[in-house]
């Protein structure tokens, strides 16, 4: 194993899908594949025993999808972050999945270089987020959902937010990275990292995307 190298779990029931990222993905100098699971319940069981630091879910698998098995790892390792794999852009389960926990999201489709840069990207604890996609997925699916919008408790959280950790919600929610925020606010990026690590930490999230579901939810930023 390269030494820092992010270990990756592919959850997968299709065989080819499995072997072709595994193959992508170590080809990669930092990056070690450590395991497959080819369904949701093995997923969760060898995060247990791997302990990843990303694991590439696929939404639609037998025993227990992946949008169980994300809310299961996430409940049981807050370490392991998952990047959910999905063969369209526009997937309410996908919205589903960020909701349960999951970090982001990729197309089947991507390219080796979007693939790597995404483990990459959310192995390093940002979202996933790309404005042109998952704004728009979050957006529609925030509107869409019947499931029950937030605990009470969170709600209340909201009001404890300053101005400015407001305003750099809003900017979480458009996709915007702690570079781009900073750059927006005038402001150094160390300074963007205290500001969003407190709005987590107000709002008891988990990440970025979790953020950025919220904003939409309790509507501080609509579909544009």
Do not use: C
Request: proline share 3%; net charge negative.
């Amino acid at each position: 194993m390269t030494n820092g190298a992010i270990r990756v779990l592919i959850a997968d029931d299709q065989m080819m899908v499995r072997e072709g990222f595994s193959v992508l993905l170590g080809a990669m100098p930092d990056i070690e594949v450590v395991g497959e699971a080819v369904n949701g319940r093995e997923a969760v069981e060898q995060v247990r025993e791997l302990a990843p630091d990303v694991v590439l879910m696929d939404i639609r698998m037998p025993e227990l999808n992946g949008i169980e098995a994300t809310r299961e790892i996430v409940a049981a390792d807050a370490s392991a972050k998952v990047l959910v794999l999905t063969t369209f852009d526009l997937d309410e389960y996908v919205y589903q999945a960020l909701r349960a926990g999951a970090s982001g999201f990729l197309l089947k489709d991507a390219s080796a270089r979007q693939l790597a840069d995404g483990v990459r990207v959310v192995a390093a604890g940002e979202a996933l987020l790309a404005p042109s996609v998952t704004k728009r997925l979050i957006s529609e699916f925030s509107k869409l959902s019947e499931e029950p919008r937030l605990a009470p408790v969170t709600r209340a959280a909201y009001g404890d937010l300053t101005e400015r950790e407001t305003e750099v919600l809003v900017l979480i929610a458009q996709g915007l990275s702690n570079a781009e925020i900073a750059e927006r606010l005038v402001v150094a990026e160390s300074t963007i990292k205290t500001h969003v690590s407190r709005i987590l930490v107000k709002l008891g999230l988990r990440d970025r995307t979790q953020a950025a579901v919220f904003a939409y939810e309790i509507r501080l930023v609509t579909p544009g």
